[in-house]
Structure formats: structure tokens, C-alpha cells
């Protein structure tokens, strides 16, 4: 790999890194040693890159460090196209129509070399086969109340048949292959629960914001789930 190519992965592996990375753990990613990675980093700092580095800790990139013009590899190219076509597929309209447009961006702005990836792809994700149950929904305004963090009043279906009203706080909107699935705090229950968008007879949007920041709840519900997955985790 070249240097010029090594220093950019650096700042890539950092960027996508949430916490402190060890020069070994990105010498180990790029296949380098930890001498060499010492080294570019030293010189993305001399380029006043915003790398931050403890002893012992690690190598941080400091909050709002603007890239260079877009370069992407033959494989981040598949990515994205992949990417893209799962939420044509899968997502709401707005959501499909964001995913044409990011193609139509890349397209613009990668190399010719790789345009062909984009036009022609050697990746597909299979068509949907069966029609959407939840049609009547506005699931791009379900995403928006989401990140907006207000309440929501439905009518909801369980698997017998069975309907209760609740107010909610949602919070995610999930994308599965067959359903999709609104994710939120339910007052009735207190707790959280997955409510499929195919059974909600009824939604009320409401004004009101809840209380809790959307953040803390996801991170409440990932860390739930995986301790469902892991009991022996914690």
C-alpha cells in the first residue's frame, strides 16, 4: 500500500472508530507495523490533522475534521451500491428515492475506472416478491417523529388479533426483509416494545415531545438487547 493511500486509511479506521485505537489495532488492520503507523501518524499531525493520542490509550480523531474530495475504493463502491439497493427495495419512498440520488452522486464523482461498479455492478440484492402489508402507513413520518422525539398515540394489533391503544416514544424505525418494525417506550407497559407497522390500525401524531433525549433510549434498548443475547455479558 502506498503511504498516501495508508495515511487516508488511518483517518478513515479513526473516523469510524468510536473510541481510542491502539497503534498496534491499526497497524494490524492495514498490515504494517506499529513503527510505520508512529510514523504516519506523526505526519497527519504535522499536516494538522486533529489526532489526538494518549499513552496507552490510543489515537482519537477529534470531532469535525473535514475529509478531502470523496475517494472510495472498488470495494466501498460495492458497498454502496449494495447499500443502496437493499433501500430501494426495502424502505420507505423517501428513503428510495434518497438511494437513487447517493448513486447518481457517486456516480458524478468517482473515477471512470470505477464507474462501471456503479452502472453495472457485479452485486444485486434479490426483489421484493410480495407486496407491502403496510401501505397505509406513513413510515417516512414515523422516521421523522422519531428523530424529532415526539409521542405517538396507535391502535395496535398483537398476533391474536387483540387491539390496545398506548402512547409511545419512538425512537428507531427497523427495515426488516418481510416487515418493519417501529420501535419505541410504551407508557402502557413501561418498557420498551417493537410494534410491526402492518398491525397499526391507528396513529396520532402528536406535538408533544417525551421527556427522555431519543439517544439514551437507543442506547438503553441496544444495551438491552444485547444482554438478552448475552446474559454473561454483564
Known sequence: MRR???LFEIVQILRRTSGPLTADAIAAELETSRRSVYRDIAALVAQRVPIRGEAGIGYVLERGFDMPPLMLTSDEVEAVVLGAQWVLVHADEGLARAA??????VAAIVPERLRDQIEDPAVITPPRWSERLDAGVDVARLRAWSLQGRKLHIRYADQAGRETERTVWPFLVGYMDRVRMLIA???LRDDFRMFRTDRLSAIDYREERYPERRATLRRRWLAMINQQRDPEAT
Open 100 to 105: 437513487a440520488d447517493v448513486l447518481a452522486k
Open 185 to 187: 417506550w410504551c407508557e
Open 4 to 6: 498516501a493511500d495508508r
